[in-house]
């Protein structure tokens, strides 16, 4: 069976796309360049489809491990090999990265055509899969580790893949640095695993807890808190989200699927995959929690206010990943992952239909600027609307189910329980009223202005949306039921939900906040389309607070960034520039004219002195070779013994 | 003539003999290169170093019944002959700049 599933297919693939567009691409015809480019998430994607259909016919199949034979770190007790691990909960994630993945490289053809940088594109676009399969097919903490520095590489790339502009770039380093923050944690949380457990194999840290039934909290805790910083920032949560507003530099199908669908849900995977350690932990799991609703709800007031179209999506991505947090803290993974899944279908499909509308708007990103567009991009308007409905939680809409599931298992869990609850629930409102605002103000109405001419859309930017508005409707009919029982082998069996009452009634709530935000939006951006205007000139405060985005940039850039600026300049001027390098400068030059003044004797122009020299150094060859030195040292030293002894 | 002059003439003269005489040469070469102070000496004394080496290569040649060291002294001298020529090329030279040939003097090449 074994010999028809090979791991390490999935990840190199889309590596020998990045190699061969990397080095090559730039002086290759577009379409070779074209088809490299989708042939190597396409072959990933069929091993994936593959590894699924066996393990479906066999389910005993999973979890499969892949071990390179060879150890790769092996220092005294350290001891890490380079292992790939295939179970329920890796293979639903490469379903995901690889098949959305290949979607949006699809869309990317059409999107990018006339890029300066297509091949360059396409090949860091590859490069990403490579790493994001890698991050999800991980064994061990410290290959995770290596997939998850390789995707935020290839973010940052992305992110400044228009580096000519220097907003692009600085989002580019924004990202990355932000990054760092929470990557910090993650090395010190694997310092604090292999301190404790001596490995960092996920299957040797679960086993290892197994064997201690009451082992709880302590370092467990700040191993899982220095886990959850590296997933906040990553994932984009409090307090390190502040760099994936900005990632909406990138080109849009880099949005949809780094900055949207597949890597900023990162985090949740890792607390997923590491889930054993957050189970041991109370405390962890209510931060977890904690974080993730807070990050929901705040995202969610932001989005209410924006005007740029990528931006509305980007702080309704936080917010998505709050509700996906909040599902892991009351440990309710399955929940968190299928939601992660629905919400990679609508959001993709969301950004690419952005990405749809500013390419036919000819670059243009802002919301007050659309209206009307439902003419011009019919089929644009249709996938959108699924997007929101499937946003906002509308049965029988993907996200309907994956949201239910999470708020019904927050409700489940006592009094805090349902202050979680409530949390969603207005974040829920929030979310359907900020997108059906969008859709209001891009689609419908008057157009605000004429932007030169609409580009049609092509057919490779038309076929990846119907793909995944088909998906955006039907991704949710699975179930959290069925989907929880086959995730159940990875994230640790829960007692059986009892579907009953509570759950319908919970689900009709949320259906009814939906439309209740559909209303207030309808009200206020399609009957009266002045009432937005007047209610923000009513409460000129609150609106400004919103729409400078609470002042969390200028407060970081107050408190953290300027503070460490100055301290780097001072340490760059004072010691690092006049100290140490003034003062190497100033010991390396003494050295020479010393050793100079000193040798320069020996330069003495005199004939007779080099002569002598000379016949110095051939009398002291004659005599090295002439005597029998090891005879001599040998009677010197038995004479030395010879006095030793006595 | 007595019979032990005859015997002693009839004998080979030592190999020993020869080299010392080399190495006595040599070293005359040396120190004479080492404290003459007209250039004209000092050249004379390398061919003097040059001359006992030469020695020490026929007499090993003999000994040892190989032409090898013969051959060799051939080279020796015809590198010396074209040295001797450079070399006085270059005292006339120097006298002509310098006006002198003291060793201790021409020391232009010095920092």
Redesign the interface.
Known sequence: MNAYLHLWLIPLAPFAGFLFNGLLGRRLPKFLVTTVALLAPLVAFAAVANAWLLSQANPALLPLAEICPNPWINIATLHVDFSLILDQLSLVMLLVVTGVGFLIHVYSVGYMHDDEGYARYFSFLNLFLFFMTVLVLAGNALVMFVGWEGVGLASYLLIGFYFQKKSAADAGKKAFIVNRIGDFGFLIGMFLLLANFGTLSFDGIGAQLALNPAWQGGVLTVIALCLLLGATGKSAQLPLYIWLPDAMEGPTPVSALIHAATMVTAGVYMVARTHVLFDRSPFALGVVAVVGAATALFAATIGLVQNDIKRVLAYSTISQLGYMFLACGVAAYSAGIFHLVTHAFFKALLFLAAGSVIHGMGGEQDLRKMGGLWRKLPVTFAVTTVGVLAIAGFFPFAGFFSKDAILYAAFQQGPSGKALWAVGLVTALLTSFYMFRLWYLAFLGKPRSEVGHHHATPLSMLGPLVILALLSICGGWIGIERFSAYLAPATGARPAEAAGHLELILGLVAMGVALLGWFVADRLYRQRPTAAADLAAAYPAGYKLLANKYYVDEFYGATIVRPLLALSKFILEWVVDVAILGGLAWLLGGIAMLSGAIL?RW??????SY??WL?AGAAALLLYVLVPWATVLASLSIIHFGVAGH | MNPTTTQLLQQEVPLSWYLLLSAVLFALG?VG???KRNLIT?FMSIELMLNAVNLSFVTFAHQWHEVKGQIFVFFVMMVAAAEAAVGLAIIIAVFRARATLA??R??????
Do not use: E
């Not at chain 1, 330069?603 to 007779?608: D, I, T, V």
């Not at chain 2, 021409?106 to 920092?111: A, E, Q, T, V």
């Open positions: 320069q330069q003495s122009g005199n004939l007779r002569a002598a016949a | 040396v290169f080492l404290i000092v060793v201790d021409i020391d232009l090449m010095k920092l």
